[in-house]
């Protein structure tokens, strides 16, 4: 039975490769060596590892597809549990907080990430605090070892904006504004309240710099 730590033993091996959004990943090759997507990466060590296409419709793989995929291949868990189990699943979904872009990653079991993360960090080693997450997962049939010694208790992150009713307000959106609308990226109302404009705006700032695409302004 495949494990969750020799899910992280291959990821690892992939660690500095690059990442390139919607890159088509040939999921059969046991050689390959990127550019990579989120789901793709994630999909492809999966699948060497299990030989279990997860997550995959054709020769794509897609964040929305794990969230389809969730029930007849996986069992949910906690935020909290998936940071302290080695080689668990972490997931965003598309639209979820009303964030346009899924993400998907490894948990190393103590509280980091192995992922293809943004254009800049390429395939890296993260962290799970500070960012949205949705759904913690195991994949069935995989045994999977807890880091009983590293207790993680999951808040969803401070200062995390999104689009929501009523809408959310805080000085931070308003500098945000200010700082975008410096960059000729924002063109609205610079006031505190933070609404569709700013949330593309923000999207708009983190492809520009191949930083993580989620359209919360945590990054500024």
């Not at 996986?74 to 189990?85: F, N, Y």
């Amino acid at each position: 039975m495949a494990t969750g730590k020799e899910l992280l033993n291959i990821a690892n091996q992939h660690v500095g490769e690059k990442y390139e959004f919607g890159a088509n990943v040939p999921f059969d090759n046991p050689n390959y060596k990127g550019p990579w997507d989120c789901a793709e990466f994630i999909s492809w060590v999966v699948f060497q590892t299990t030989n279990f296409k997860i997550g995959i419709r054709g020769k794509e793989s897609y964040t929305g597809y794990w969230e389809k995929d969730i029930k007849t291949h996986c069992t949910e868990i906690s935020i909290s549990e998936a940071a302290q189990t080695y080689g668990a699943i972490l997931l965003r979904s598309p639209g979820f907080k009303n964030i346009d872009i899924g993400h998907i990653v490894f948990s190393d079991g103590n509280g980091g990430t192995i992922e293809a993360k943004s254009k800049n960090d390429g395939v890296c080693k993260s962290k799970i605090i500070g960012r949205k997450w949705e759904y913690g997962l195991l994949i069935n049939n995989v045994q999977y070892d807890i880091n009983n010694d590293f207790i993680f208790d999951y808040q969803n992150p401070p200062f995390n904006f999104y689009v929501s009713s009523p809408v959310m307000k805080n000085k931070i959106v308003k500098e945000t504004k200010e700082n975008l609308q410096k960059l000729n990226l924002f063109h609205g109302e610079i006031t505190d309240e933070y609404n569709t404009e700013i949330a593309q705006a923000v999207t708009n700032f983190q492809r520009t710099k191949g930083i993580v695409v989620d359209g919360v302004p945590y990054h500024f």
